[in-house]
C-alpha cells in the first residue's frame, strides 16, 4: 500500500512560483515510478510532469516543459515539482501518483491508467 499527500498549492500571480511536494508512506516508495497530474474544472486529469524510481530519468508534458522540474528524494520518501512562469492555464487541482506495476524498471508511465495510487489533490490558482 502506498499513501499519498500533496501540500504547497495555493494562490499565485501569473508569472511566479510555487513548489509543491507529495509525500509517500510505504516501504516500496524508492522503487516506484511516480507522477503528477492536474484537473481543471469540466476537463479531464491530464499528465503534467514523471520521474522514474532512481529520478535520474523525467517526462514533461509539451505545456510545462521548461518551466517545471520534477524530483524526489527517496531518502524522505517524497516528490517535488517545481513551477515556474506559471499561468492562468496552470490552474488546476493537482495531484501525485504511484505506478507500483512498474517497480525497478526504466518506464516512465505518463497516462492516468498506468498509476494505482493517488493523493487527493492540491489546488493551484493562477491569477492573470
Known amino acids: 500500500q502506498v499513501q499519498l499527500v500533496e501540500s504547497g498549492g495555493g494562490l499565485v500571480q501569473a508569472g511566479g512560483s510555487l513548489r509543491l511536494s507529495c509525500a509517500a508512506s510505504?516501504?516500496?516508495?524508492?522503487?516506484?515510478?511516480m507522477g503528477w497530474f492536474r484537473q481543471a474544472p469540466g476537463k479531464e486529469r491530464e499528465f503534467v510532469a514523471a520521474?522514474?524510481?532512481?529520478?535520474?530519468?523525467?517526462r514533461y508534458a509539451e505545456s510545462v516543459k521548461g518551466r517545471f522540474t520534477i524530483s524526489r528524494d527517496n531518502a524522505k520518501n517524497t516528490m517535488y515539482v517545481q513551477m515556474n512562469s506559471l499561468k492562468p492555464e496552470d490552474t488546476a487541482v493537482y495531484y501525485c501518483?504511484?505506478?507500483?506495476?512498474?517497480?525497478?524498471?526504466?518506464?516512465?508511465?505518463?497516462?492516468?491508467?498506468?498509476?494505482?495510487?493517488w493523493g487527493q489533490g492540491t489546488q493551484v490558482t493562477v491569477s492573470s
Open positions: 501518483a504511484a505506478a507500483t506495476k512498474y517497480r525497478g524498471t526504466v518506464t516512465i508511465p505518463v497516462e492516468v491508467r498506468q498509476y494505482d495510487y
Open positions: 520521474v522514474s524510481w532512481s529520478g535520474g530519468s523525467t
Open positions: 510505504g516501504r516500496s516508495f524508492g522503487s516506484n515510478a
